[in-house]
């Protein structure tokens, strides 16, 4: 095509603006910046696409510099009314807040003066309203904007009016106050808050609402915010992080929760507490409280808030009432004795029918079993796809059977995460194991204390797993016989008494051949021979291990080792040395291939299967004794060979420093390996 052509098709092609204008909206910000500087009247039609999404969060360096560029605010002004997107921080909300008010005075005045000219040349004293000149009323509620500074000239800026996706961080930073947009009212929470919720009453078509790190200061601010959500019909998404008083966790959630509008699909509602007690709250009494929504949420499919307030099981069981259609169940915080647990899994599980996904982050002393897994059992079966019980595994558990429960859901059931756990029953990961085939996900994670979890590797071992899907797994298995011997127990095994030269003889001999089996298996001269336990140990690791590597689509995997589990009440320092060490817990020849001189067993040839694995986690740090032994150049080049997306392994401990152990005259095999693994793959992480 020649160039005469090809100008005459692009001058045809900008000749339609719209078209040019949808086809920028396609382009990401860097394409769209470089395609303006080609063409002066490309870059007209192609700016209001710039600022289709703004990000104004001073949390990085570009967005600081623009908020204190004029020339970019007074670009934002022209083409406001194109912004569909914000991300906001507070330092520019703040000053957002300040710079529309003063718009709208400015239009309000102009207004008011083009009123009083035409009335006093036609003598018509009727007004438009408002609404129809394009300005919304001013709430009464609206804060005082602060005092400028003499040296502070604002860029102003009209509401956006057509923004659907406002995202808002109230993290506040020290160097912020240098800033040349920097207003005073940026250290009060009340203020800030309420300015940023006038923000949002300018946005009526708003559709997804973030908003992170809100401090609270008065009970005006519960109060406020709720009542402008209220209005939002069109809101379908909504998230609030909030900093309060653990006491008002109950009042706020409950208060938000029945002022949002029908048209919501997921909320969440976030609090983290703060020492501080509210302000006013008095107001409470003389305020009128949010308009109150009746009618039930019929589109929402997700509910995450962590506390309501409930003194009743009515009150706590009015929330879910207007949830019928509810799919992901975050459950809030239970602080109240007087409810009755039965009767709340009961109505949820029987009510809200489409439920995929529930979690639990708390668990109460007394009860029978955890909210979350009493929801399992009265829901229809075969219907839940995901559970997490974050610190519902408690003590009290010990002797509560749960795999009952998994089997009712063992067809659908694909993420099942339990973490911490103090107590759970082998024979309920036994069944997660064996019959929970569409298991993709599954973490058992030991709680930060002495505990009694973990599957028995006769258990793990009873029938073949069927959740061949899985793509990350946390385990600890429980390995009480393959502790290795004391070194004091050859010397207290019976011996026997034989007089004359050569009974010393014969009793010597015994004593090497006594001495010889109390080693270590990976310490014994070749050709090894095991004894009846021994040889039943290694047969049960040897289907444990297989079991391990038909899971080809593991892409995450932490096994640890547990060897002892039968403590007494008080005997709790060798519980906690227990799970302090369990990374010198071995898993006897997994990371081994074995050798066949010597008769020595090794399993990781069972492994080839575990192409996508990017992450090897738990008891098989390179530093114990056995690893030492058995862990040598060969079995570091399968991994590679074998494991190519490995990126994380749990070799060494960061804690304690290697020292270089001399065998022979030479370096111990298992350090050299590894020092040939960090030269071949450096970018693999291994020190954890």
């Known amino acids: 095509m020649s160039t005469a052509a090809s100008s005459s098709a692009c001058h045809r092609f900008l000749a339609i603006p719209e078209l040019v204008a949808e086809l920028a909206g396609c382009l990401d910000i860097k394409s769209l910046h470089r395609l303006m500087l080609t063409n002066r009247r490309l870059s007209t039609f192609c700016e209001p696409s710039v600022y289709r999404c703004v990000v104004l969060n001073?949390?990085?360096?570009?967005?600081?510099?623009?908020?204190?560029?004029?020339?970019?605010?007074?670009?934002?002004?022209?083409?406001?009314?194109?912004?569909?997107?914000?991300?906001?921080?507070?330092?520019?909300?703040?000053?957002?807040?300040?710079?529309?008010?003063?718009?709208?005075?400015?239009?309000?005045?102009?207004?008011?003066?083009?009123?009083?000219?035409?009335?006093?040349?036609?003598?018509?004293?009727?007004?438009?309203?408002?609404?129809?000149?394009?300005?919304?009323?001013?709430?009464?509620?609206?804060?005082?904007?602060?005092?400028?500074?003499?040296?502070?000239?604002?860029?102003?800026?009209?509401?956006?009016?057509?923004?659907?996706?406002?995202?808002?961080?109230?993290?506040?930073?020290?160097?912020?106050?240098?800033?040349?947009?920097?207003?005073?009212?940026?250290?009060?929470?009340?203020?800030?808050?309420?300015?940023?919720?006038?923000?949002?009453?300018?946005?009526p078509h708003l559709v997804d609402i973030d908003m992170d790190h809100v401090g609270l200061e008065s009970f005006r601010d519960i109060y406020t915010l709720p009542t402008v959500i209220y209005g939002l019909n069109r809101l379908r998404r909504l998230r609030l992080h909030f900093s309060l008083p653990r006491s008002e966790w109950g009042f706020l959630g409950s208060t938000l929760f029945f002022s949002c509008p029908p048209s919501l699909r997921h909320l969440r509602i976030e609090m983290f507490y703060t020492n501080s007690a509210l302000t006013d709250p008095g107001l409470l009494a003389l305020s009128a409280p949010p308009p109150r929504r009746q009618e039930p949420l019929l589109e929402l499919k997700s509910f995450f808030v962590q506390q309501v307030l409930a003194t009743t099981t009515q009150e706590f069981l009015s929330h879910f009432w207007h949830c019928p259609e509810l799919e992901e169940l975050h459950i809030p915080k239970i602080d109240h004795p007087g409810l009755d647990i039965v009767t709340i899994t009961q109505f949820i599980g029987s009510h809200c029918r489409n439920l995929r996904s529930i979690t639990q982050d708390n668990y109460q002393p007394g009860q029978a079993l955890p909210l979350s897994l009493g929801i399992l059992e009265t829901m229809t079966p075969q219907s839940l796809q995901k559970v997490n019980c974050i610190q519902c595994f408690e003590r009290e558990t010990l002797q509560n059977d749960f795999s009952v429960l998994f089997h009712r859901h063992s067809t659908t059931l694909r993420s099942i995460e339990l973490s911490p756990c103090w107590q759970i029953r082998s024979n309920t990961l036994r069944t997660i194991l064996c019959e929970c085939r569409s298991l993709e996900v599954f973490v058992m994670i030991q709680a930060d204390s002495p505990s009694h979890c973990g599957i028995d590797l006769v258990d793990a071992v009873a029938a073949p797993w069927v959740c061949t899907n899985l793509a990350r797994l946390f385990l600890v298995v429980n390995l009480q016989d393959c502790r290795e011997p004391s070194p004091s127990s050859a010397s207290a095994a019976p011996a026997t008494t034989i007089s004359g030269r050569e009974d010393d003889s014969i009793s010597n001999e015994n004593e090497a051949i006594v001495t010889e089996a109390w080693k270590p298996y990976y310490e014994r001269a070749g050709p090894v021979v095991f004894t009846a336990k021994e040889e039943e140990q290694f047969r049960l690791l040897e289907i444990f291990y297989r079991q391990l590597g038909q899971l080809t689509q593991l892409e995450y995997i932490n096994l640890k080792a547990q060897l002892d589990t039968d403590f007494g009440e008080n005997d709790w320092a060798n519980e906690m040395q227990q799970w302090l060490i369990y990374q010198r817990n071995p898993l006897p020849g997994m990371l081994s291939l074995g050798d066949p001189n010597t008769g020595r067993p090794g399993f990781l040839h069972f492994f080839t299967g575990w192409k996508k694995l990017k992450s090897l986690l738990g008891s098989v740090a390179l530093d114990t004794v056995e690893a030492r032994k058995t862990v040598r150049l060969e079995e570091m080049k399968f991994m590679l060979e074998q494991w190519p997306a490995l990126t994380q392994v749990e070799f060494m401990q960061v804690e304690e420093p290697v020292e270089e152990v001399v065998v022979d005259g030479g370096a111990e095999q298992g350090l050299t390996a590894l020092e040939w693994l960090q030269e071949k793959r450096p970018d693999i992480e291994i020190v954890l």
């Open 58 to 203: 001073s949390l990085d360096r570009c967005s600081f510099e623009r908020i204190a560029s004029r020339d970019y605010l007074a670009a934002l002004a022209r083409n406001v009314q194109h912004v569909k997107s914000l991300d906001s921080g507070l330092l520019f909300a703040v000053y957002q807040f300040h710079s529309a008010l003063a718009f709208q005075q400015q239009e309000r005045d102009k207004e008011r003066e083009q009123e009083q000219e035409q009335e006093r040349e036609q003598g018509d004293t009727t007004r438009a309203p408002l609404s129809i000149r394009g300005l919304f009323p001013i709430p009464e509620w609206t804060p005082l904007p602060d005092i400028l500074s003499p040296q502070m000239e604002l860029v102003l800026l009209p509401p956006m009016c057509n923004l659907t996706h406002f995202k808002m961080n109230f993290n506040r930073l020290i160097h912020h106050r240098l800033h040349s947009a920097y207003l005073p009212s940026y250290d009060s929470p009340s203020r800030s808050l309420l300015q940023a919720t006038w923000l949002i009453h300018q946005s």
